[in-house]
């Protein structure tokens, strides 16, 4: 596709349209969503998050984490175009796996937040796959920097992620609305750090909507953008048709950030604040069950037991179940939790991946 853009070089691999098309968990950016935005000259990520039980329910066949993350990235692959895989720092227990297969099966990057990804580059030599942490800041890009250099490796580029993201965020809750964080001024001091440590291409997110906000980060020296929420709503999407619908309709009023009851991952979260599980969250009505365990923490005795959602419904949400049903995975069992980026209140319509990406890239005029 033809653009006014200049592209995206990570690690030598020339991205044509420098759009990144962020990881959404759980089973929203899948294969499809992912190989659209390919095929249209960006990347398209797919998230690791529960993959396994995703990738058995499509195919009938039970996979565990490692060859449910290396068939989904083959398939986004198999169009052709730069696709790569989002895993969090915060699902510990399968993170070492997603990555293994991640890297096995060529995948072009990794992105990695929800928790800073210290050890990212210990757990199996990249080859050519290259390695993106997500950063709220500049010191804790320093801190990455600095951990990786013991390792023997830089980060290929740095995403840097503001408060008006879609997902879990990397800030306080009040630290969400300050002036100081608005992503145009976290982006200074992250550009310097990243010029520190050898011109590190700085990816921008949160918020981003429009041909003309991509043109304004690029210029303020962003080498490229991260966006979820425009990608949510459209055709390629796996997210249900009630979530998508759900989408649509969301006004400016009803997207929230959830903290108490908030996600078991102990990071601010953003959602439609009708969401099914969110409202039966704030009635407790959902009593504590934890059948899945993606984001268990380990015990003292080295053992994934740990999540305040599994003894307890009066601050956190089961995260793992509500995502999971946004996705159509056991929808009758368990209640929808929409998460949205704040820009959701913008988007009116589902469409394709090709209508969104001709705007982005200035070829037709702007909704909203
Ligand atoms: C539905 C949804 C799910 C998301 N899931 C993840 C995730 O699993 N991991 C992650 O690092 N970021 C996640 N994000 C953040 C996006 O990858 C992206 O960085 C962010 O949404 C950018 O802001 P925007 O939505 O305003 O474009 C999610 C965002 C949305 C909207
Ligand atoms: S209690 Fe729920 S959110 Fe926590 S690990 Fe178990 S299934 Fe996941």
Same mark, same amino acid.
């Given at each position: ?9 990570i ?19 899948l294969? +499809? ?6 095929? %249209? ?8 998050? @529960? ?19 290396? !068939? /989904? ?28 297969a ?14 800073? +990804? ?12 290259a ?7 500049? $010191?804790?890009?320093?801190?990455? @920097?600095?951990?990786?250099? $013991?390792?023997?490796y ?24 300050? %002036?100081?964080?608005?992503? !145009? ?5 992250v ?43 459209? %055709?390629?999407s ?13 006004? %400016? ?18 959602v ?13 009505l ?17 053992? &994934?037991? $740990? ?6 419904? /009066?601050?956190? &949400?089961?995260? @793992? ?11 009758d069992? !368990? /209640? ?33």
């Open positions: 596709m033809e653009s006014s853009l200049s592209p995206l070089i690690k030598g691999k020339k991205i044509s349209i420098p759009i990144i098309q962020g990881g959404m968990g759980v089973g929203v950016s294969y +499809p969503l992912a190989s659209a935005v390919a095929k %249209e000259g960006g990347v398209g990520i797919v998230s690791s998050a @529960c993959l396994d039980r995703l990738v058995s329910k499509r195919t009938g066949k039970k996979h565990n984490t490692y060859d449910a993350t290396y !068939e /989904e990235i083959s398939l986004s692959k198999a169009s052709g175009g730069f696709v790569g895989i989002n895993i969090m720092v915060a699902l510990v227990r399968d993170y070492v796996d997603s990555v293994r991640s890297i096995d099966a060529g995948a072009d990057f990794i992105i990695s937040g929800a928790g800073l +990804p210290l050890n990212l580059p210990a757990i199996q030599p990249p080859k050519e796959t390695l993106i942490p997500i950063v709220s800041s500049a $010191r804790a890009l320093e801190l990455i @920097c600095k951990k990786w250099e $013991r390792l023997g830089s980060p290929d580029a740095v995403v840097l992620e503001g408060p008006l993201a879609g997902g879990h965020l990397g800030f306080k809750m009040d630290q969400v609305d300050l %002036e100081s964080n608005k992503l !145009e001024n976290l982006f200074p001091p550009k310097d750090m990243a010029i520190k440590y050898g011109d590190i291409p700085v990816i921008v997110a949160g918020g981003i909507y429009t041909h003309d906000d991509i043109v304004r980060f690029m210029k303020m020296g962003a080498s490229g953008v991260q966006m979820g929420t425009r990608f949510l709503a459209t %055709e390629e796996s997210a249900t048709a009630a979530y998508k619908n759900a989408v649509v309709q969301a006004t %400016e009023e009803d997207i929230i950030v959830a903290d108490k009851p908030g996600s078991p991952c102990g990071l601010p979260f953003r439609i604040k009708q969401s099914p599980m969110y409202v039966s969250s704030l009635h407790r959902r009593k504590p069950k934890c059948d899945k365990g993606y984001v268990l923490l380990k015990d003292s005795e080295g053992n &994934f037991t $740990r999540c305040p959602a599994k003894e307890s419904n /009066e601050n956190h &949400f089961c995260i @793992c179940n509500g995502l999971l049903s946004s996705a159509g995975y056991n929808c069992k !368990e /209640e929808p939790l929409y998460t949205v980026g704040t820009n959701a209140s913008r988007i009116d319509k589902i469409v394709s991946v090709k209508t969104v990406m001709d705007e982005l890239v200035g070829k037709t005029l702007v909704s909203s």
